[in-house]
């Protein structure tokens, strides 16, 4: 488990090399900022054929720096402000011949330039295939980076390589990756707190005013999507729901800098990257999802705000058959029985309170924000009444029959009802704006969530990476 926040205000300067486990270093800059990391990535130019640029500077909310020679905007020389402003620098995946140049000092490219020009510490993953590794060249390259350098080296592990042997040689655990970079940094101060002597930031292209990272150390869970209840193994009961909105949210609350993990369930639209996926495409599966996410081991909350933004069904079979139905004159009565309420269930959980509402069990602290959806038809009477009823702190009501609002359209009118009384109804919007507006709210309500904590009234950390 990742503890919340150690790298809280630090940058970690995150080198990719040319390695087929280039991708997981999407996974890895997320972890990075789970911590509280500010990252900014550096790439060999063949990393650059193996993930996109584009991905990471989503991620990391910066330019991405591949190019050796490339001036920054205002004329600084990317790497070397790199190099004096990173608190740690990390490589990973590093390659064969990354190992090699670095031993002998030679900067073509920015990650090399880069670590000669810091006196940062450095924490290095090797990646390759097992020969590769084991050669005495690699193991002299590897030497010199450990014992001449003082580079930490996170051995790769064993295990099934791209080439389809087994052997040593995959990229270590990115927890492992993680844990090395925070030892490295131990106790020394914060290089450059000040983002001015830092690498340049990408504008904020949503809203200019918000701080990009207000959900940076939060752990944001959405659910997207229908849910399929079997009737038999072909046919089961289903609903329109395509997952558009829940995933807009998912966007918008990685790219704000939380943790986000995606409790999916049918989907017509794409997982975006950079996001934890769980599928659970049942109410019971949806439901023992978020029994499993809510809370950690040692009983603290397992996530800061909860989206619940799928349209589960409020019935499924009764007595789903393991064999295909056959046809009959006669035809087919199906009898349905209630789905639990997932979202009322865990308004009560989180509370501590039972099924009757009455106090029972242990409140989940530090107590996560709940945010519901209210697909109606023909106005928004009910929806304050299901607000309580639920026990969230946001319900986002929509008319679904309203031309433009609903299943599958781009854009939502929905109306805010928060449980302080609060009602406001909104324009019709993207529904990537829609889900900002959203976390704008989740945002505050975290930060009034933990104010206490951040005065110092009470030792519990308010941030629940897990
Ligand atoms: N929801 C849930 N579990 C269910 C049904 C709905 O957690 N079994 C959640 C939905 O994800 C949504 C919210 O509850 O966030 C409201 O869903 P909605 O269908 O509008 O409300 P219902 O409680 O099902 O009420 P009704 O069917 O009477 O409209």
Redo the contacts with the bound molecule.
């Keep these: 488990m990742t503890q919340p926040g150690r790298l809280a205000g630090r940058l970690v300067a995150l080198g990719i090399t040319g390695s087929i486990a280039a991708f997981k270093a999407v996974d890895l800059l997320r972890l990075f900022r789970a911590e509280g990391a500010d990252v900014v990535v550096l790439m060999t130019p063949s990393a650059t054929r193996f993930v996109a640029p584009l991905t990471l500077a989503a991620l990391s909310r910066r330019p991405v720096d591949a190019d050796v020679l490339d001036l920054l905007p205002d004329g600084r020389i990317g790497h070397v402000i790199t190099a004096d402003a990173a608190d740690v620098v990390v490589v990973a995946p590093a390659t064969a011949h990354w190992l090699g140049a670095m031993a002998h000092g030679l900067a073509a490219d920015v990650v090399t330039a880069t670590c000669l020009a810091t006196s940062a510490p450095v924490v290095v993953g090797p990646a390759m295939d097992g020969d590769m590794y084991a050669h005495p060249a690699t193991q002299a390259n590897v030497r010199i980076l450990r014992d001449d350098f003082g580079y930490r080296i996170v051995e790769p592990e064993t295990g099934g390589l791209a080439s389809g042997q087994v052997g040593i040689g995959r990229l270590a655990a990115l927890e492992r990756i993680v844990d090395a970079a925070v030892e490295a940094i131990g106790e020394r101060p914060i290089r450059k707190p000040d983002p001015a002597d830092r690498p340049p930031r990408l504008p904020d292209a949503g809203n200019l005013d918000r701080d990009a990272d207000d959900l940076g150390g939060r752990h944001v869970v959405v659910?997207a999507g229908g849910t399929a209840e079997p009737i038999d193994p072909v046919r089961f009961i289903g609903n329109r729901s395509t997952g558009t909105m829940g995933v807009a949210v998912c966007e918008a609350a990685r790219d704000r800098g939380a943790r986000v993990t995606l409790v999916a369930g049918t989907l017509q639209v794409a997982i975006p990257a950079g996001v934890e996926v769980v599928r659970a495409e049942t109410?019971a599966a949806m439901e023992a999802a978020l029994a499993a996410l809510v809370e950690t081991p040692t009983g603290r909350a397992g996530f800061d705000a909860l989206v619940?933004?799928?349209?589960?069904a409020?019935f499924r079979p009764a007595a789903p058959v393991d064999h295909k139905i056959a046809r009959t004159d006669a035809g087919l009565t199906l009898q349905l029985v209630p789905?639990?309420?997932?979202?009322a269930g865990l308004g009560r959980r989180v509370r501590g309170l039972d099924e009757t509402g009455a106090p029972g069990g242990r409140p989940i602290l530090p107590r996560p924000v709940l945010v519901?959806?209210?697909?109606e038809t023909g106005g928004l009477d009910r929806v304050a009444a299901?607000l309580r009823a639920?026990r969230v702190d946001l319900l986002v009501a929509n008319d679904v029959g309203e031309p433009g609002s609903g299943f599958g359209t781009s854009t939502n009118r929905v109306t805010l009802f928060a449980a302080d009384g609060e009602v406001n109804a909104l324009p019709l919007l993207p529904k990537r704006s829609v889900a900002d507006r959203i976390l704008d709210r989740i945002v505050t309500l975290l930060d009034a969530r933990d104010e206490p904590v951040q005065t110092g009234a009470t030792a519990t950390p308010g941030r629940t990476t897990s």
């Design positions: 659910t109410a619940m933004a799928a349209a589960v409020d789905n639990p309420d997932i979202l519901g959806f209210a697909a299901k639920k």
